[in-house]
DNA sequence: CTGAAAGCGCTAACAA
DNA sequence: TTGTTAGCGCTTTCAG
């Protein structure tokens, strides 16, 4: 039976209950009693049932931060990422999430706004041992890595996803970033595209460096010079990229087909194109690496690299647990590459 | 200068540097160390510089367990959505994280997937202290409000936002739904349409209310009969949802104006209206409750009803911190409302 | 202004 | 199988 005092007690403030109040109702010690709620093999079937019971009954929560200062396990992973109103990164999301939920994990996210700074604060915050491994998209700026290895020294599980850094010795889960961008290439120069434009953004990441490549690649192998001027570097800004790409689209020798290897350019594309009454897929052939749902419903419907965004994110959780659990052992040093599909719609004819 | 013994300490693993480490380096007690680090007032300004500079040096990063145990304070929050692949909510989440991060608090997501199950052991969790504050908007099953009582009664601070529970008395933030209907009704009605369709998922959530009761209003201000077959209730399944719209579409006397009151119906609108070819506008008028950037160059591009995500995560955000400064006070029991903007554009002629 | 000491709630040796 | 105890690292009285 609840004694008065408890249940004075349980009625003033029920998330005062812990794991003493349980032990003294049920005059066992602590220790017993945290056992017991952990499910001990060492406890005895009666006396789990009771505290069990008790404990559901009394409607008590564990203290997850004494567990952790005692555990030094946080039951926590950290996803970090340049934006999140981007489908790509939503979709990663989604599939992260639950993977996390499944195994009883939570998720802290933080968002660097492809700011160098941020992201360099963010994970040194993570040397408190405020989470127990780190997911993690880098920032436009990020090319020096000293604060990704800083962490990664001290034992930090970090698994990389979409925009990695290859000289971390650690899980990468990326796309076919390479081969997308030269089939798309490809695709184009088959459609008959004499002068095709790569549009991409931040010129240091790994995604856009191997999206280029491909695309040179494509290029070369089909006997096209590589002009790089073809290459069009935007600025991270809306209004400001709408200028650099009007600008481009403005030229004598415009392009006949473009690349936006980011999903906002495709867009901007779009928007530029309406603008100079230039007509997709008749005067422009656009291809864009893009997770848009509204893609096929573009006017016109967008061809697309379309990622396979929640497979990333759930493999990048999977590899983080796996390496999670068997306890102090790092994420082995792989590159998962989960492949792109090349949708074909009508802005490419 | 450094001892050998904490040198050595410090060569094999920084995360271990506490406050014990830097008292001894430096002849304090842990005390005056831990007053110093907080810039306490007590303590003089030459052994704050003095542990400061220390702290820095060592890299010392303090546990935030520890801390939160102590303090019974996480300086953590929670939201807790329905999903985050979606415009509204991922803007939402940008406007979050902007506010708590510039705040110094951290950020634990939760999606409930439209679960209600999911959403009652999510919140039941948060009575452990895990954070100080949620951030909720409400699953679509979520009719019944007892897990959000319990944890609201326990003075946890909770703060709505969009998806709102009128019954719990607290800080909400929504936009004019109401308002909104209402004008993207009367418009289309001033465009002709004679038979406008009220598109929705989830008729149990405050938004859908809200939105049907305006267009409802419109209609009868504009001597339309309502009728009740005109709001056709979709399944939250994107090929369920496609079936139903698509039977609405193929009636006899089928909608010449539809309002979809989720963004995911406005894009399956226009899948079956090319499938069905029926003309947007010309058959039908189509505005959409959305954020999508890529609304001005959908074909035809999209009228839409924006709504104010990123102020409204902020906003949200905001009053959430306000309740936790002046700490034990809990969200005031007030609704603010972000007005919402139609912007027209070809789907409506 | 600084130090000593008592915990926050839980876990994990080690004893019994 | 259960109990005892010593902390995890930090904060916060209360004394000095």
Redesign the pocket.
């Known amino acids: 039976m609840v004694s008065e005092c408890l249940k004075n007690h349980y009625f003033c403030d029920m998330s005062?209950i812990?794991?003493?109040a349980l032990a003294k109702e049920l005059?066992?010690?602590?220790?017993?009693v945290?056992?017991a709620?952990?499910d001990s093999h060492?406890?005895?079937a009666?006396?789990k049932k009771k505290v069990q019971d008790l404990a559901r009954k009394l409607n008590y929560v564990?203290?997850p931060y004494?567990?952790s200062?005692?555990?030094r396990k946080s039951k926590t992973i950290a996803v970090v990422l340049p934006e999140v109103a981007n489908s790509f990164f939503s979709l990663a999301i989604d599939g992260i999430e639950a993977v996390a939920q499944e195994k009883g994990y939570h998720v802290l996210i933080y968002l660097t706004h492809e700011n160098l700074l941020k992201e360099e604060a963010i994970l040194q915050d993570f040397q408190s041992g405020r989470v127990d491994g780190v997911l993690l998209s880098v920032s436009g700026q990020t090319t020096g890595i000293d604060h990704i290895r800083d962490l990664f020294a001290k034992d930090m599980p970090i698994v990389f996803f979409d925009r990695v850094c290859e000289d971390v010795e650690t899980t990468k889960v990326i796309t076919d970033d390479f081969e997308s961008a030269y089939k798309a290439t490809q695709f184009l120069i088959e459609k008959g595209c004499n002068h095709i434009g790569f549009l991409c953004i931040s010129p240091g990441l790994s995604i856009t460096i191997k999206r280029m490549q491909g695309y040179k690649k494509a290029l070369s192998d089909h006997q096209r010079a590589v002009d790089p001027s073809d290459i069009i570097i935007c600025p991270d800004d809306p209004d400001k990229n709408y200028t650099t790409i009007r600008n481009a689209l403005e030229q004598e020798d415009r392009f006949d087909g473009i690349i936006a290897a980011i999903e906002k350019l495709s867009i901007t594309t779009y928007l530029v194109c309406k603008e100079l009454r230039l007509s997709i897929p008749g005067d422009v052939k656009v291809v864009g690496f893009s997770n848009l749902s509204s893609a096929a419903i573009l006017n016109p419907s967008l061809t697309t690299i379309t990622q396979p965004a929640f497979e990333m994110g759930k493999a990048a959780a999977s590899a983080l647990f796996k390496a999670l659990k068997k306890d102090s052992s790092m994420p082995a040093n792989e590159c998962i590459v989960i492949p792109s599909t090349l949708i074909v719609r009508d802005s490419t004819g």
Chains 1, 2 share one sequence.
Do not use: C, D, H, Q
């Open positions: 005062n812990n794991i003493r005059g066992l010690s602590v220790g017993t945290s056992k709620l952990r060492e406890i005895s009666g006396t564990p203290n004494a567990s200062l005692r555990r």
